[in-house]
DNA sequence: CTGAAAGCGCTTACAG
DNA sequence: CTGAAAGCGCTTACAG
């Protein structure tokens, strides 16, 4: 049999089609027993609208969209993507939502994509991460009035909503633990530096480590990937005065650190302590297991959803200022990477 | 300034809407000239069709679906499926088409999905994945008449277009390869067992061992976790007559093998030779590094798209047998992790 | 080869 | 509170 129409319920309930309409969107218009006779109808004949006739007459498409940067060249990151995008789409499927992905190879492709999305209708928002300093699609987007949530901190999210974790926070965390276990000379090998996150982070390291205070503290930046954080953590052992501690700003990176610190002929944590950000699996594998911060990418995602949705619900009002949430920082989880110092200063 | 419709290219070039829609979608029925000066019209305007309008009247979506299985518990497959969905993206893109992606929570959700794009052509085609023996999707797209390109073996495929590379040419290379050392006893640490590739290994693994022919040949399987990746390796090598060489269906289980026999006071290769399935970048980050089955996965993407949107466009003849691709097997890339046995029988 | 028109399935003012 | 109608921007038979 067809897919029914509100054509078809309509006649079945002896109605006009707009009384369907106003009946299924929630919208006054129809006396409660009317509405509850056509939600039965619907429900019985598993009515789902057309979701292009619905866009044509310029309701919510029902669809939100997420760019990714091509190519996703760091490993590091696509763990963390695909969990996020685990977690939103939860939240999405609830509500019915799609979610429509897109490949863009810089910022400018991206802006165009968003303008061609809103034109089009073909999303109702969408989500923004990544942030760069002097980050263009910001002001794009507030520009456009495309609802959108972005996933960084809301000091570079402009007038749009955001959903971040305190970074400064976790940091903080970490390197008192490294100092109450002994450290004085901690490293950090940071991430792409351009990025904003990445510059929070690498502010707080050096306030925390300047209020400890410790002997040195210095941050190597990278690229995220592995090799680049090979090289960092060759280099800075081979310092005459070399950490006893290292921060790494993802995991793959210390799993790579790792690696090098065992060529080096250096035992870990016996003369290297090791802690990663973010904590996938393989933090885990290694041996010893990785300590790291840890957090739940899955609810983040979940929970950039819950807010993107009322963005575009209008819930969140738009003229005051930007709707900022805070999600839950990652906390520490030592593991065996960690240990106080073997020669004390 | 509004986005033009082809009602105002068709104003600007003195002709009726339809002789836009045939000339802007390549049809029969305008002269070349007026043809040209509606092309260059909507060139100059930048003009994109309205995915709604045009998917309400009946014509292609543009879109193209993919079904992702929630939760991915594995970190193992998810580096090969952001990998897989930039190669896919890549061609889209080209094409001018996008990628829905729904997560769903098991088959029958996911044929539910099929059925409600098909209905609402909000998708022209859709990708399907990680065919399982017996699985019940073949034959839901087949008689939905979704088109449809399968990214798995054409044994399982049924009608379906479908793509895949030939497992059982690598697992002979790595087999050959370990057997060329000197290896007599190989242990395969499998896949998830209803899987119809991790079967297609399994058999080819039991009757390349015959043939070359080995003392002992098994496979372990696991659920393609870390864990128990872990767990099996664990197992194998406190049998008395532990295998000298074990092959490990994906490069996270590799990862955390190796991870067990360094606890276990086994030195890697000398007392054990390790081959991963896939290559990551983690393979290079371990130490020492992973002798892996390497293949380009962007590129298995990108076919798989092409294949897909022939299928779309009718070029693929439905009614004769069904058509298979066949990309290029993994190839063997020899690292730190396999060497002759310390100890020849 | 071209034009005028119906229709896809909704939403939403507009009258009753 | 309800019904009849226009309109969203396309595609596609159907006449000329």
Redesign the interface.
Known sequence: MK?PTIADIAREAGVSKGAVSYALNGQPGVSDTTRRRILDIAAAWEF?A???????AGAA?H?VGLT?H???KT?GI??F???L??GL??EL?IHDY??????VPDHAAEVAVYQ?WW????VDGVLVCDLRIGDGRVAALAELGLPAVVIGPPSASGSLASIWSDDEISLVEAVEYLAALGHRRIARIGGIPDLVHTSIRTDAFSRVCREVPLDSAVTIPTDY???SG?AATRRILSRPDRPSALIYDND?MA??GL?VA??MGLSVPGDLSIVAWDD???C????PPLTALTRDI?AYGTHAARLLLAAIGGELALDSAAVSVHDEPARLVPRGSTAPPVTAA
Chains 1, 2 share one sequence.
């Open positions: 897919r789902r057309n979701s292009a006739a619905r866009a044509l498409s669809v990714l091509r190519p996703p490993l696509e763990p993507f695909m969990e995008i685990s789409e939860a499927s799609a979610l429509l992905l897109h490949m061609r034109a089009d209708r073909s990937t592995g090799e090979a793959i799993v790579a690696a065992q060529e996938s699996p393989i885990r594998l290694v041996h899955g």
